[in-house]
C-alpha cells in the first residue's frame, strides 16, 4: 500500500487544490482530490490485467470549477431534491437556491462539491478530508463540521467513511456522485452493464421529481433489478417516469438494514464486477441522461447519455418534507455516522 500527493492546479482565491493518489498491491490505484472531495480517477484491473478507469472525470480544475460539476464529488448538505427549496425547523423556515425548477438539487450552487476540503489525516491505505460548514451556507442553519475518510484495501475496496457533527439542528444527507463506467471506456455506453438491486420498492415521485410519499413495488415493471439484467433492457419502455427522465433517475427502497450489498454492476466485456454496500436507506440509481453535445469528460472524449450510471446511497429525496421516510435531521449533541464501500473482483 502506499499514498503519493501532487498538485492538481489553483483556485480564482489562489489556494491550491491537490489529489492524493492510494494504491494497492493488486494493481487497483484512488486517485482523491481535495476540492469537492472527490474520487476523480478508480483504477481498476480488467480481466485482460490492464488497469482503466471505471469513473468519469476531467483533465483540468477549471473543468471541475466551471457551472455545478459534480463528477466524483460528495455532495452535501442535502444530496438530492428539496421541494420548494425550502423547509422548516420547528417555526423558523428556511429557504435554498431554486436551481432545478422551484426546486433545490444537492445543496447547489456552493454546496460541498463546489467546497475546498482540507486533508486532515493520511496514511498509506487512506485520506480523510474535513471542512467546516458555517451557519448560513447554502441557507443551511448550524456549523456543520464533516469529515470524509476514504479507505482503499488490499481486497480491492475503495471505503467511504461520512462522519459530521452540529451546533444547531440541520438537515444532513451526503452521498458521493461518482459516475461509474466499468468498461473503462467513456466513449462506450453503459446498456450492456448487468446491474443488480437489492429493492423491493421505488419511491414514486411527481414530473419535478419530487417524491409523493407513496411506495411502488418493481415487481412486474422496468425498476425490478432484483435479479441481474442489462441497464438498458428497459430503459426504453413506455412508463411515464422514465420518458420524462431519459433514464433512471430513481430512489431505490433498499431491503434490508444496517451495513448490506445494496447493488451490484457487472460489466461483460471486461470482467470488471461492482458491488455496493452501505447502511444508508436509499440508493439513487441515475443513467447520465442529461450529458449534451458540450460535455466533454477526461482527453476530451464526448460524453452521451448513458457513458456512465451513478449509485448514490442515501436518504430518500425530500425526507425533509416527509415523516414517514427513514429520516431525521442532525441535531446538536449526536454524531452523524455512515459508511458506503464499492468492491470490485473480476469474472
Not at 422514465?242 to 433512471?248: A, D, E, I, K, S
Not at 441522461?289 to 442515501?314: D, K, M, W, Y
Request: aromatic share 10%.
Amino acid at each position: 500500500m502506499s499514498i503519493e500527493k501532487r498538485e492538481f492546479g489553483h483556485l480564482p482565491s489562489g489556494k491550491t487544490v491537490s489529489i492524493y493518489t492510494l494504491k494497492n498491491s493488486h494493481g487497483m490505484a484512488a486517485e482523491l482530490m481535495d476540492y469537492g472531495c472527490r474520487i476523480a480517477r478508480l483504477l481498476v484491473p480488467g480481466r485482460d490485467g490492464r488497469q482503466e478507469d471505471v469513473v468519469l472525470g476531467h483533465d483540468t480544475l477549471e473543468e471541475y470549477t466551471a457551472g455545478n460539476d459534480v463528477q466524483g464529488a460528495v455532495i452535501g448538505r442535502f444530496a438530492n431534491r428539496i421541494a420548494g427549496a425550502a423547509f422548516q425547523i420547528g417555526s423558523q423556515k428556511f429557504t435554498l437556491v431554486k436551481n432545478e425548477g422551484n426546486n433545490s438539487l444537492h445543496s447547489a450552487p456552493g454546496g460541498f462539491q463546489n467546497r475546498l476540503w482540507k486533508c486532515g489525516s493520511a496514511t498509506s491505505s487512506s485520506v480523510t478530508f474535513v471542512r467546516r460548514s458555517p451557519a448560513g451556507e447554502c441557507g443551511f442553519p448550524g456549523n456543520l463540521e464533516a469529515a470524509v475518510t476514504y479507505t482503499l484495501t488490499d481486497d480491492n475496496e475503495l471505503v467511504l467513511e461520512y462522519a459530521a457533527k452540529t451546533d444547531a439542528e440541520t438537515p444532513f444527507n451526503p452521498t458521493n456522485h461518482s459516475f461509474f463506467n466499468l468498461t473503462g471506456d467513456a466513449r462506450k455506453n453503459i446498456l450492456g452493464v448487468k446491474m443488480q438491486i437489492e429493492a423491493e420498492q421505488i419511491t414514486e415521485s411527481d414530473p419535478e421529481l419530487i417524491p409523493t410519499g407513496k411506495f411502488l413495488p418493481v415487481e412486474g415493471t422496468p425498476f425490478d433489478f432484483r435479479t441481474p439484467k442489462a441497464v438498458g433492457r428497459d430503459i426504453g419502455a413506455e412508463e411515464p417516469s422514465l420518458r420524462r427522465c431519459g433514464g433512471y433517475d430513481h430512489n431505490f427502497v433498499l431491503s434490508g438494514s444496517n451495513f448490506r450489498k445494496a447493488a451490484e454492476l457487472y460489466d461483460p466485456s471486461s470482467g470488471r464486477r461492482m458491488q455496493v454496500f452501505t447502511d444508508m436507506p436509499g440508493i439513487q440509481v441515475y443513467t447520465a441522461n442529461s450529458f449534451g453535445e458540450n460535455s466533454l469528460g477526461r482527453g476530451g472524449v464526448p460524453l452521451s447519455p448513458h457513458c456512465a450510471i451513478c449509485l448514490e446511497t442515501q436518504f430518500f429525496p425530500d425526507s425533509v418534507h416527509h415523516p414517514e421516510f427513514p429520516y431525521q435531521n442532525l441535531k446538536p449533541g449526536r454524531m452523524f455516522r455512515t459508511t458506503t464501500s464499492y468492491r470490485f473482483s473480476i469474472s
